[in-house]
């Protein structure tokens, strides 16, 4: 009978040490778990990071379509500048034209006096 009370209580401390074992081994799942989480967080994160980058890109993209933009304004106005040069241009032209005849008129007048 004491013998089987010895085994007993043996394999009662055996079920205790595995039950420590298993206890631990739980522990270590929560921490594997908890890994898992943060492993996600830190693909969503990536994630994000892409898309900033990304975002930057776009920044970069738009920041020289702006410097564009100015280039093409300055254009434009050196077009409208172009354009008042031609008008006056073409006023000269006419002024010339008028001294042409006005030349004209006082050689014909000379020549009838």
């Known amino acids: 009978m004491l013998t089987e009370l010895l085994k007993l209580s043996l394999m009662l401390t055996e079920l205790d040490k595995l039950s420590l074992i298993l206890t631990e081994l ?13 492993s996600l967080m830190l693909t969503e994160l ?46 000269l032209t006419e002024l010339l034209n008028l001294s042409l005849l006005l030349t004209e008129s006082l050689q014909l007048s000379l020549l009838f006096m």
Not at 26 to 38: F, G, N, P, Q, V
């Open 26 to 38: 739980l522990k270590l799942s929560l921490i594997d778990t908890e890994l898992l989480k943060l």
């Open 46 to 91: 990536l994630k994000l990071s892409l898309i900033v980058t990304e975002l930057l890109k776009l920044s970069r993209m738009l920041t020289e379509l702006l410097k564009l933009s100015l280039i093409l304004t300055e254009l434009i106005k050196l077009s409208l500048i172009l354009t008042e040069l031609l008008k006056l241009s073409l006023m």
